[in-house]
């Protein structure tokens, strides 16, 4: 079984977290992890382009000139797809991009994503952030002692953890997720994955 130490918010080790070998030890499955990281980014498309096809562009009622004797070639509308102006052919209309995935496959992905961030190193356990107000200073000082001012992090909080929400919110490198909403892409979108020790024990329900 795994462990990773448990770090106060100025970086000192307060303790030990054993983690589970289902969830952070697993060998990763990159393939999984793209299928889940590809079908959630294409969910995020609204799918709302149009364009008009020729029954649909405005105009173009009257025959452009007779069907013969003009030495032209016949014509029967000026909102043809030939003409400027006129319909599009075979272009995009509104639609669904969501993609099937079962949700082994989902949880399976984000196992992996842990397993990859502890392996790399890339995986920070805070005891808790003792926020008592929103405070983005002491978030600021937080970053600077675990040396990840100049990174690109992914925050796991709690659900209820609305100060330490507030107080990291303001600062353009930081992504906050609340451990309900923790998806695969925002695991690994990232240079550090910081996880407070009540997070984790949820992750740990959830996924093993």
């Known amino acids: 079984m795994a462990s990773i130490e448990i770090k106060d918010v100025k970086g000192e080790g307060v303790g030990t977290a054993e983690l589970a070998p289902s969830v952070f030890g697993i060998e990763p499955n990159i393939h999984v992890m793209h299928l889940v990281v590809k079908a959630q980014r294409a969910s995020w498309r609204q799918g709302t382009h149009d364009t008009r096809t020729r029954g649909e562009v405005r105009g173009g009622g009257k025959k452009p000139w007779r069907q013969k004797g003009t030495g032209r070639a016949r014509q029967g509308t000026i909102r043809a797809p030939q003409w400027v102006g006129g319909g599009t052919v075979f272009g995009p209309h509104p639609r669904s991009y969501d993609q099937k995935v079962n949700k082994k496959e989902v949880k399976l992905a984000m ?71 923790i998806n695969t892409y925002e695991l690994i979108d990232n240079k550090a994955l910081v996880i407070t020790e009540q997070a984790l024990k949820h992750i740990e329900e959830v996924l093993a």
């Open 111 to 181: 196992r992996s994503a842990l397993s990859a961030k502890l392996a790399d190193g890339e995986l920070v356990i805070v005891k808790e952030f003792p926020f008592e107000q929103p405070r983005t200073k002491d978030a600021v000082a937080f970053l600077k002692a675990f040396g990840l001012e100049d990174k690109r992090i992914t925050l796991v909080i709690g659900n209820e953890d609305v100060e330490t929400f507030l107080s990291f919110r303001n600062l353009q490198k930081v992504n906050i997720v609340p451990v309900s909403d």
